[in-house]
């Protein structure tokens, strides 16, 4: 089926390319297409947000198209270390100049199991991931190259700017709400120290963080039958509280 989406302009669509290509080296594999333990998960996952973006937000802004595309950015940017001895005007290239251990960074264990580590965890990933993605985005393969204003206001949709006044970083949270209900739900919820309350509470946080056009979708998904369960618990209160 085609996409809805209005089609990128030659340099965002090159873009999204180089956006894909470092989702593709994340090491953590699911089963895909060609097998199982094949598909990388953030390959996966960005591929999702495009979906999801698609229902919410047929016009997306080829920025924000973009910035879908990479909400969970987590390589390396290149570093300007000593021992990578990267010439001078180079830094825009990549793929020979890249240190071998590249690394999938900030993983949520490397922050205390706590609501403040998690809120620090939170904005370093948003504010490293928009910087990584910005910087991409300055590769010499894009041609004609991106505007400056263009690879700024991907970078502030990465880090969700204005979410409660921005029509276009709203439609990236109602995504990222809409795929962690869609794909990411069930294996959440089976953690074990995920009780039913603590899950209630969770769903309770992300239905807030939605927009309207976002919560009609969600209530449109197919969803396994705990997770309509849940999902209506979650409700209760705020339908109680408005009538």
């Not at 000593?82 to 949520?108: A, D, F, I, M, N």
């Not at 409660?164 to 794909?183: I, N, R």
């Amino acid at each position: 089926m085609a996409s809805k989406l209005a089609p990128l302009p030659p340099s965002f669509a090159r873009g999204l390319v180089l956006i894909d290509e470092a989702h593709s080296q994340d090491p953590n594999k699911i089963d895909g297409p060609d097998g199982p333990k094949t598909l990388p998960y953030e390959l996966h996952y960005a591929r999702k947000m495009t979906r999801w973006l698609e229902a919410r937000s047929p016009t997306a802004s080829p920025e924000l198209q973009l910035a879908c595309r990479a909400q969970h950015f987590k390589r390396y940017p290149i570093p300007a270390l000593p021992t990578l001895r990267v010439p001078c005007g180079q830094l825009g290239r990549r793929t020979k100049y890249l240190p071998s251990h590249r690394r999938w960074e900030l993983p949520r264990s490397a922050f205390p199991m706590t609501r403040p580590g998690y809120l620090t965890w939170r904005v370093k990933q948003k504010t490293q991931a928009a910087a990584q993605v910005a910087a991409l985005l300055a590769d010499a393969s894009i041609s004609p190259p991106l505007s400056e204003a263009s690879r700024a206001r991907v970078g502030a949709l990465v880090r969700k700017e204005s979410l409660a006044t921005d029509e276009e970083t709203q439609a990236l949270e109602d995504a990222a709400c809409l795929v962690f209900l869609d794909d990411q739900f069930d294996d959440f919820e089976a953690k074990a120290d995920i009780d039913e309350d603590k899950m209630v509470g969770i769903l309770r946080k992300t239905w807030a963080k939605m927009s309207g056009p976002g919560r009609a979708l969600a209530l449109a998904m197919d969803l396994s039958e705990r997770a309509k369960l849940l999902i209506g618990r979650a409700l209760e209160p705020q339908e109680a509280a408005a009538a």
